[in-house]
């Protein structure tokens, strides 16, 4: 147990968890609130489960042979740099995803604070995407899901609609080769507007 100072009270923390709001935590992972209320407290922090998808994306791709970077301090719009050889280098950034009636669901758009929800789109080349349920791994070009959310349908749609459904089996990480990462890069890089300095 320890014993934290909220302003003009004290209050008691376990488990090295500290809350702004009182609260004493208790095995379980439920709340006591001043109120009474008791609430659940996910096991994982956000930013846990974020470090647990990057690292395993890392893992994923050095096991395939790919070379990659982690970039030096907090603020890049990706994770991960791959180097695919010839100067060309694949911006990925990391996402964890759940499932939603058969999909594989994630958020494809930024979580910055302080400017609001954006768009990936010429911040980021591809998504690397960690599947807990099954473990798997996905990588998803920005252009290929919508501004805000990404959907990788598991199993077929209960009508059969196959246009314009994309499928989670056509992202695994083994379906990629060094090629079609590299053609990948190449037509984000055409299709990205010139950067001209004046």
Request: glycine share 10%.
């Amino acid at each position: 147990m320890a014993y934290a100072s909220g302003g003009r009270r004290s209050i008691q923390l376990s488990y090295g968890r500290v809350f702004r709001s009182l609260a004493i935590v208790r095995a379980g992972g439920t709340v006591l609130v001043p109120s009474g209320h008791r609430h659940k407290v996910s096991e994982m922090s956000s930013a846990k489960r974020g470090n647990e998808a990057e690292a395993v994306i890392l893992s994923a791709l050095v096991k395939r042979g790919y070379e990659v970077a982690v970039p030096f301090g907090e603020g890049q719009s990706y994770d991960l740099i791959v180097d695919l050889g010839r100067r060309d280098f694949l911006r990925v950034q990391c996402k964890r995803a759940w499932p939603v009636q058969g999909c594989v669901v994630f958020n494809s758009r930024s979580t910055d604070h302080g400017r609001g929800p954006q768009s990936y789109i010429g911040l980021a080349d591809i998504f690397g995407v960690y599947f807990p349920p099954t473990s798997a791994v996905y990588l998803v070009p920005i252009d290929a899901v919508a501004a805000f959310e990404g959907r990788l349908r598991l199993e077929p749609t209960r009508n059969n609609q196959r246009r314009l459904i994309r499928f989670a089996a056509e992202f695994e990480i083994d379906r990629w080769t060094p090629g079609s990462l590299r053609d990948l890069k190449i037509a984000v890089t055409e299709s990205e507007p010139e950067l001209s300095i004046a």
